[in-house]
């Protein structure tokens, strides 16, 4: 049975470390609201990462890139308040990174505002500088291999990356460069297990994955797929654990037949007057009404 949220310990970024090198596998769900927080974190939810994929699955946008560092500390803060005995970790928006400098600035902004114990960027060798800079200013700070979603159009689309030995070295080599630059783990998303584990083996730092198998210390689901409340699409790697989206078209549905038919709301669902004051309210509606006259 999973811990209260009052009697669980929090996992911290050094037991991160020691979990990869023990083998323990941790869960990771990705959320953007309170709500939804409280529920991963009431399930015993290892880590709830607060990513800008919720541009896709709570604002509506067809990929990740218009989030801004405001938004995704707003989103911080409240899956804070639904999850404050869960660590959390808060993906940097596109554009939010794209200079050592205005990577620091931001980093800082999402850890002292939005409350998240890590952040992270995406990029590899070609992001040596910056997750460095990030790293030596204090912040604990991840990044990401494979499918980039801020490349979503250099890429082509959300494509499955790693396909040839030549492009699984390449990734092995930009999850070398990220551990080498001081950051604390990395994301191993959209690639066949074998180059995952070949990415979770070449690095001492801690790994999760999504779309990689079961490669890495970690494994990640976004929690709006695995409840299945978000089912514009679902990705091959998805798995629907509930069928929300489902159940709440049927709600309201239901509710809207309810209102039109005269069903709802009945004496159940409504408030009611002692029958002493709703003849006193009679009679004070009849003296109005014959002043009016």
Same mark, same amino acid.
């Given at each position: 049975?999973?811990?209260?949220?009052?009697?669980?310990?929090?996992?911290?970024?050094?037991?991160?470390? @020691?979990?990869?090198?023990?083998?323990?596998?941790?869960?990771?769900?990705?959320?953007?609201?309170?709500?939804?927080?409280?529920?991963?974190?009431?399930?015993?939810?290892?880590?709830?990462?607060?990513?800008?994929?919720?541009?896709?699955?709570?604002?509506?946008?067809?990929?990740?890139?218009?989030?801004?560092?405001?938004?995704?500390?707003?989103?911080?803060?409240?899956?804070?308040?639904?999850?404050?005995?869960?660590?959390?970790?808060?993906?940097?928006?596109?554009?939010?990174?794209?200079?050592?400098?205005?990577?620091?600035?931001?980093?800082?902004?999402?850890?002292?505002?939005?409350?998240?114990?890590?952040?992270?960027?995406?990029?590899?060798?070609?992001?040596?500088?910056?997750?460095?800079?990030?790293?030596?200013?204090?912040?604990?700070?991840?990044?990401?291999?494979?499918?980039?979603?801020?490349?979503?159009?250099?890429?082509?689309?959300?494509?499955?990356?790693?396909?040839? %030995?030549?492009? %699984?070295?390449?990734?092995?080599?930009?999850?070398?460069?990220?551990?080498?630059?001081?950051? @604390?783990?990395?994301?191993?998303?959209?690639?066949?297990?074998?180059?995952?584990?070949?990415?979770?083996?070449?690095?001492?730092?801690?790994?999760?994955?999504?779309?990689?198998?079961?490669?890495?210390?970690?494994?990640?689901?976004?929690?709006?797929?695995?409840?299945?409340?978000?089912?514009?699409?679902?990705?091959?790697?998805?798995?629907?654990?509930?069928?929300?989206?489902?159940?709440?078209?049927?709600?309201?549905?239901?509710?809207?037949?309810?209102?039109?038919?005269?069903?709802?709301?009945?004496?159940?669902?409504?408030?009611?007057?002692?029958?002493?004051?709703?003849?006193?309210?009679?009679?004070?509606?009849?003296?109005?009404?014959?002043?009016?006259?």
């Amino acid at each position: 049975m999973a811990k209260s949220m009052s009697d669980r310990k929090k996992l911290t970024i050094p037991e991160l470390a @020691i979990k990869k090198a023990s083998g323990e596998r941790l869960v990771m769900v990705a959320v953007g609201e309170a709500l939804t927080a409280a529920w991963a974190e009431r399930a015993g939810v290892d880590i709830v990462g607060v990513g800008d994929s919720l541009g896709m699955t709570l604002h509506g946008h067809e990929n990740t890139l218009a989030m801004t560092v405001d938004q995704m500390i707003d989103h911080c803060k409240a899956v804070r308040r639904g999850a404050p005995n869960t660590l959390s970790l808060v993906s940097m928006p596109y554009g939010s990174y794209a200079t050592p400098d205005l990577a620091v600035l931001n980093a800082i902004r999402l850890m002292k505002e939005g409350g998240a114990e890590a952040v992270k960027l995406q990029g590899g060798r070609e992001m040596f500088s910056i997750i460095k800079a990030v790293a030596d200013a204090g912040v604990p700070v991840m990044s990401h291999v494979g499918l980039l979603p801020h490349r979503v159009h250099t890429l082509g689309g959300f494509k499955m990356q790693g396909r040839t %030995a030549t492009a %699984a070295m390449e990734i092995i080599d930009n999850a070398l460069a990220i551990e080498e630059a001081g950051a @604390i783990g990395l994301e191993i998303e959209a690639m066949p297990y074998e180059v995952g584990k070949a990415v979770d083996d070449a690095v001492d730092i801690f790994t999760f994955s999504i779309g990689a198998g079961s490669a890495g210390t970690c494994q990640l689901l976004n929690g709006y797929d695995l409840i299945g409340a978000f089912d514009s699409f679902k990705p091959k790697f998805a798995k629907r654990y509930g069928n929300i989206a489902e159940v709440a078209t049927k709600a309201f549905q239901d509710y809207a037949a309810d209102v039109r038919n005269g069903t709802f709301p009945d004496e159940d669902h409504s408030y009611t007057m002692s029958p002493e004051e709703i003849a006193k309210l009679e009679v004070m509606l009849a003296q109005k009404e014959s002043k009016r006259d």
